[in-house]
Every structure is written in structure tokens, then in C-alpha cells.
């Protein structure tokens, strides 16, 4: 491993996803005292269950650099990048950000993660994000963007381009030596 990232919930973040599990709690506690008897609350309450499952192991933990691969490490997913595959790395700013909305995933329940809209683009972006700022683009080779929240953003993108360069000078290695061996 050359570097690792951790994901830092800001306050906003924190206070959404309080928020959210009070409103859901508040909807369930009504359903129950409401609505005795029905399939309604019990459905309810295992929709809510479910989401709330499905989005707690999707939370991003960390970025992590490994030696020839990317990872964004959430609590049971991980996402790699092999870095020869990597096109552009580049900072995005906040303001960059609103014309990005959500399809599916989180929008504030212990981050901002999913599949999500980008209205200026007409593109289907992927986000692992823990806060709506310091935002970090990740371009492979196939054009799919991937954007990622890290305080350390200009430390990241500079480990990766280094780490880039060092595989790249290893493959043209890799190719002198077959090329060495084939004569």
C-alpha cells in the first residue's frame, strides 16, 4: 500500500443522516401506533429496514493507493481503478458540483454515494462522497467519471500521478525486457 485516505464526515453530513433516522423513526413509531393490524406498517417498516441496510454497507470508508490499482473502500464494496486505466485526475469545485443531482443512492444519509445525474454533461456519474466539498474527478480510459470526496485532495492527486508514472515507466521496462529476450 503507498497511501490511504479516510473519508471525514463534516457536520452537515452528520446532521442530514440525524435528520433521516428521526423522520424514518417518527414515520415508524406513527405506522405502529396508527395503523394496527395491517400489512402496510410491516411492509413499511421492512422497506425502511432494507434501504437503510443497503445504504449503511455503502458507505465510503477510504481511498486507498495501492501500487498499481485505485480503491475506494466502502463498508462491504470496493471500487478499483487500475492505474494505467486512469485518463485524468483533476480538483472540482463545489460550484462545479450543482448541476449534479441524484438518481439513486444517498444525498446525505452518512454521505453522498450512488449513481447521480450531471445536467451540464447529459452523463451518469458515480459519487463516494462523505461531504459536498473537496471534490476529486476521476476519468478512466472507457470516459465513465468517478467523483470522490478527500480533504487531501491535491496530496491524492499527486500520489496518483506518481504512481501512474511509475507504472508507466515499468511497463515500457516490462516491454525492453520481451523485446531483449525475443532477439
Partial sequence: MIRSFSYKFNRRTKVQTF?????????????????????????????????????ILSIPRRIVLLNDKLEIQCVFDITEFDIREIASIRKVQTKDMRWVIRIFGSSGFFGYYGKYLDLKEWDIVTLYASEWDNF?????????RTYVSCREAENLINTVMQAKELCAEEDEQTADDEISQAV
Fill in 136 to 144: 476529486v474527478e476521476i476519468t478512466d480510459i472507457y470516459d465513465s
Fill in 19 to 55: 435528520v433521516t433516522f428521526i423522520f424514518i423513526v417518527i414515520i415508524a413509531v406513527a405506522l405502529y401506533k396508527l395503523y394496527t393490524g395491517g400489512f402496510f406498517s410491516a411492509w413499511f417498516l421492512s422497506l425502511m429496514a432494507a434501504l437503510a441496510a443497503l445504504m
